[in-house]
């Protein structure tokens, strides 16, 4: 699939790509296909084949992408209670944080008009301990925080700089890193064709947050 001088064509190279010939006519036009992941993604229509030295069609996953990385972009702005330096073990830690919302956008290139979805199918906490929680979409305006919203975890190892440096120290950690993603899901499709997902790496920040631990002391025997 190329553009020549009378815009849209199709010919043949020897490098790999993902397009195939469906359909050829007597005038030596074609139906081209794209597939993607086994998929047959879209057609061509019937296009002529080039008459002159060809440029690169435009790829339809390339547009995708970037009009993913557009949208996806911020990371998760975690909102902690007990805050950074308060830790304490034996006390719940809650997490509060806004998740962003459903994005679509259709886009037109030469003939074609690809539709892409975007969403965070999961906000997913990793406490650093060890712990790791997934909170589904159908939670997400419960992740408010302290003291009522759902993403809480409690410590039971205070932390220590140099790790290990007293027994009851977490022997490799002075802070746990505390770690918020978003994991985005997303899927396109051309022409109204089938819908293909693609792969969006998830956004993440992470937080250093040391653990210490409350000791009770007899100052009274009265």
């Known amino acids: 699939m190329g553009t020549g001088i009378n815009g849209e064509c199709w010919y043949r190279t020897?490098?790999?790509?993902?397009?195939?010939?469906?359909?050829?006519?007597?005038?030596?036009?074609a139906i081209l296909g794209l597939r993607r992941n086994g998929w047959l993604v879209f057609d061509t229509g019937r296009i002529p084949t080039c008459t002159s030295e060809p440029g690169d069609a435009p790829d339809p996953e390339d547009e995708v992408e970037a009009a993913i990385t557009e949208y996806v972009h911020a990371p998760p702005e975690p909102e902690l209670n007990p805050p950074t330096g308060r830790g304490l073990t034996g006390m719940d830690?809650?997490?509060?944080v806004p998740v962003p919302g459903p994005w679509s956008d259709t886009i037109s290139v030469t003939s074609w008009?690809?539709?892409?979805?975007v969403w965070v199918d999961l906000l997913r906490v990793d406490w650093g301990d060890g712990t790791?929680?997934?909170y589904p979409p159908d939670t997400f305006t419960r992740i408010?925080?302290?003291?009522?919203?759902?993403?809480?975890?409690?410590?039971?190892?205070?932390?220590?700089?140099?790790?290990?440096?007293?027994?009851?120290?977490?022997p490799s950690h002075a802070a746990y890193p505390l770690t918020v993603s978003y994991?985005?899901?997303?899927?396109?499709?051309?022409?109204?064709?089938?819908?293909?997902?693609i792969d969006v790496p998830p956004t993440s920040t992470t937080v250093d947050y040391p653990v210490a631990e409350a000791v009770s002391t007899l100052t009274d025997t009265g």
């Open 14 to 29: 020897s490098a790999h790509t993902d397009w195939e010939v469906l359909s050829r006519f007597e005038d030596g036009s």
């Open 93 to 96: 830690t809650f997490i509060g």
């Open 144 to 170: 408010t925080g302290y003291p009522d919203g759902i993403a809480s975890h409690m410590y039971e190892v205070k932390t220590c700089n140099p790790p290990g440096s007293a027994p009851d120290c977490h």
């Open 183 to 197: 994991v985005w899901a997303a899927r396109w499709r051309v022409n109204d064709g089938q819908w293909i997902p």
């Open 132 to 134: 790791i929680t997934d």
């Open 113 to 117: 008009t690809i539709d892409v979805e």
